[in-house]
């Protein structure tokens, strides 16, 4: 299974952007997507996670209001729009594929991509 995340970038505070996560590979299934995010020196932090199925979302409340998740089924793809973009969410943002467990865990993940970089300047 493979995941690749796009769309990072450099930004002004207030500014917008969306990143894009496909995942290929045999068989892949997975209940839920997520988006998490991590900083020099932190762990890797829950952003947003989507049902696959049902499209229920949840995000940490931090970004309520502000981020967006959402699923393209059959172009196997999450997506995470980010609007109004502050210098404190700057980070490197993973799409995660859940295996089990509490969807704000990072080790309820069990596949990753290699993350895209978010720079927002204030």
């Known amino acids: 299974v493979q995941l690749v995340e796009s769309g990072g970038g450099l930004v002004q505070t207030g500014d917008s952007l969306r990143l894009s996560c496909v995942a290929s590979?045999?068989?892949?299934?997975?209940?839920?997507m997520g988006w998490f995010r991590q900083t020099p020196g932190q762990e890797r932090g829950f952003v947003a996670a989507?049902?696959?199925?049902?499209?229920?979302?949840y995000y940490t409340d931090s970004v309520k209001g502000r981020f967006t998740i959402s699923r393209d089924a059959a172009k196997n793809s999450v997506y995470l729009q980010m609007n109004s973009l502050k210098a404190e969410d700057t980070a490197v943002y993973y799409c995660?594929?859940?295996?089990?467990?509490?969807?704000?865990?990072?080790?309820?993940?069990?596949?990753w991509g290699q993350g895209t970089q978010v720079n927002v300047s204030s």
């Open positions: 590979g045999h068989n892949f299934r997975t209940n839920y």
């Open positions: 995660a594929a859940h295996y089990g467990g509490s969807l704000q865990a990072s080790g309820a993940y069990l596949y």
């Open positions: 989507i049902g696959t199925i049902d499209g229920m979302t």
